[in-house]
């Protein structure tokens, strides 16, 4: 693992910054994941894990479909080329088809996985503090 020497202001806030946006990633994973496995036994309990399965996959289609017409309107309209992120690229149409794939090839182990936490790739959505980078520098101490 690498460590950052924090010997300026300017890296001291560029650190900080990168650090509060990993936990705030990771600890936005954790409230999903949670959320999801609540909101599924709460109501998907009296379904079967295939029809779980085929309301997914439909939705992601769906989902995949509305985010591919968005991206082909960006396409047509005449965007200035100095304008960049994020106009450019809907990502979001990418990411959809992935996970269309992905859920099409697990089948019912689809269900499972979402309950343990188990997402694409085989990663899982837990975060070990340890993995971060180490900064140098308590991150209470202010600047």
């Given at each position: 693992m690498q460590e950052f020497k924090i010997n300026s202001a300017s890296v001291a806030h560029m650190a900080t910054q990168v650090r509060v946006k990993q936990l705030a990633t990771r600890d936005s994973q954790?409230?999903?994941?949670?959320?999801?496995?609540?909101t599924w036994e709460k109501n998907q309990a009296d379904k079967s894990g295939e029809a779980n399965y085929k309301e997914i996959i439909k939705d992601l289609k769906e989902y995949s479909t509305l985010s591919?017409?968005?991206n082909d309107y960006f396409h047509e309209q005449k965007i200035p080329a100095d304008l960049g992120y994020p106009i450019k690229f809907n990502k979001t149409d990418l990411q959809?088809?992935?996970a269309y794939k992905y859920a099409k090839q697990q089948d019912d182990n689809l269900i499972a996985q979402i309950k343990n936490g188990?997402?694409?790739n085989n990663q899982y959505c837990y975060v070990d503090?340890?993995?971060l980078p180490v900064l140098q520098a308590d991150n209470s101490d202010s600047y």
């Open positions: 954790y409230k999903v994941l949670a959320s999801i496995v609540e591919k017409s968005i959809l088809k992935m188990h997402f694409y503090s340890t993995k």
